[in-house]
């Protein structure tokens, strides 16, 4: 595991305006400038390094499940310019502003968004999705807390991003498996204690997955888990060394600064 420079571009259109009740907020050192709701779900640091972790080659196309306001998605797609990525989003609300901010952004072109439910999908015949099959990567930052176990926010749509039923991680997976092509990577991040429930879901489905820790500081719990799978593979599982995100105080380290700053990817194979 490793980190890897990639050839970034500049934003081609300056950023409008900022409508009320909505940030800007930047991301890889400035060179993105994303429109999020001031109140409700705000994507942070876990989808820079979900994006750093996705091993997308040029020409290459990549699907996202859940995708938000679009932040792993224009992370990843300002890494790499010659990649296309998909995603699908339920809240009618966050997938015009992903549609919004892959436009102020310069990178139009290079998103497509499909207003649905992960789930649904799932549920229904998911043949009538766009290149299902044939994506050569999938990935998602599911929702972190299960129904009944926490307090829902009053933010209807920060509940939606935050909350997930006993079975709906297990249906996030099984739709990036479905989207993929054989051999094709799928890759999450999520809480480290639901590693069992994912390792359980990618059992029989995937095989060379690499499970990355995300610590806090050293010494500590792992906090957050990247998991990452080979669709059709046989090869065993592999524990990585992980990566340390502060030093002293509250700074990053280096290596995390790296990936959230810099751009740089984060290697897993």
């Not at 010659?82 to 339920?90: F, K, L, N």
């Not at 439910?117 to 807390?145: I, S, W």
């Not at 498996?177 to 639901?194: C, E, F, P």
Request: aromatic content about 6%; proline content about 5%; some cysteine.
């Amino acid at each position: 595991m490793q980190l890897a420079a990639e050839a970034t571009i500049a934003p081609s259109q300056a950023p409008s305006a900022v409508p009320a009740s909505l940030t800007e907020d930047a991301f890889l050192g400035g060179r993105l400038r994303v429109l999020q709701p001031e109140k409700g779900y705000r994507a942070g640091i876990d989808a820079v390094f979900l994006a750093a972790a996705i091993p997308a080659a040029a020409g290459e196309t990549v699907f996202e499940a859940g995708i938000g306001v679009g932040v792993a998605a224009l992370c990843l797609i300002a890494r790499n310019p010659a990649i296309h990525v998909t995603g699908i989003e339920v809240a009618a609300r966050y997938a015009m502003m992903c549609e919004e901010n892959a436009k102020r952004n310069g990178f139009a072109q290079l998103l497509k968004v499909i207003h649905g439910d992960v789930k649904e999908a799932m549920r229904k015949d998911l043949a009538h999705m766009p290149q299902h099959g044939t994506f050569a990567h999938a990935y998602a930052n599911p929702p972190y807390f299960e129904d009944g176990k926490v307090t829902h926010s009053p933010s209807l749509l920060k509940a939606q991003a935050h909350a997930f039923g006993p079975d709906d991680l297990d249906l996030w997976i099984k739709v990036m498996h479905a989207m993929v092509s054989l051999r094709g990577t799928v890759t999450l991040i999520h809480r480290a204690d639901s590693l069992g429930k994912i390792l359980l879901s990618m059992e029989d489905r995937f095989g060379d997955i690499r499970v990355a820790p995300l610590y806090a500081r050293e010494g500590t719990a792992a906090s957050r888990v990247i998991v990452q799978g080979i669709k059709g593979s046989k090869a065993p599982m592999q524990l990585l060394p992980g990566l340390v995100l502060h030093g002293d105080g509250h700074a990053f380290t280096a290596d995390a600064e790296a990936v959230l700053r810099e751009g740089m990817a984060w290697r897993l194979r």
